[in-house]
């Protein structure tokens, strides 16, 4: 009898809940497979599928980053990562974005066979073996599917004058609540604190800057509505993965350092 150590769950094209209905026939299969020992990987969005298994529940999982609030509407149960590369749980792995799939291969062989191996692969095929998160790669838009329209004027006000000095107070009486309520209003809404949004905002912004424009870190700083340059520095680098400088090297039209 055939059996199986490892299946490799590829991503669904386009819409990912057409894709799900188009491999529901699957879903008890992999199941099945990963109760009988075997190991279950997903590459990108094909984490949907494994997350239809249940076998996520209460478990860790990455998957595309422009996917990640859909996962996490559809799959409560779930923590998806936010910008990892590479999630292990309990014999059931899973990758970022697209080019992930290349991360992951490398950590399977590794896993499979042994690290020597996986640095060989990784040398002839040029391929980046220590790449972690996929932060770097990530476009913060927003999350604005929740429905909650005072929240959605709040997410307008932050966007248009994220360069000012923003506070909780104020974004209350936007929409006239109170600021304990609005804060946990805006984090069931946005799955970010209002905080951690306007720093999102603001990041999102600089990288913007950092990749058109010729302004210095400084300036940069100044013009997304930080003062404190290890303040700037510290969240950037959280965000992102990258320091400014690293990022702008990495991005920009012309790398060159300030």
Known sequence: MTET????????????????????????????????????????????????????????????????????????????EDGAIITEHDNIYSSGGASSLWNLILYLVEKFSDRETAVMISKYFALDISREIQSQFAIFKGQRSHGDQDIQRVQDYIEEHYADRISIETLAQLINIGGRTFERRFKEATNNTPIEYIQRVRIEAAKKFFEASRKNVTEIMYDVGYTDTKAFRDIFKKITGLTPIEYRNKFAKVAYEV
């Open 5 to 80: 150590d490892l299946l490799i769950i590829p991503p669904t094209f386009g819409d990912t809940v057409r894709g799900i209905q188009a491999n529901a026939e699957a879903i008890p299969y992999f199941r099945k497979l990963h109760e009988n020992g075997s190991s279950l990987a997903s590459l990108c969005i094909g984490a949907f599928l494994l997350a239809e298994t249940g076998l996520l529940n209460g478990k860790k999982c990455s998957t595309h980053w422009a996917h990640i609030n859909e996962f996490r509407e559809r799959y409560p149960e779930v923590e998806v």
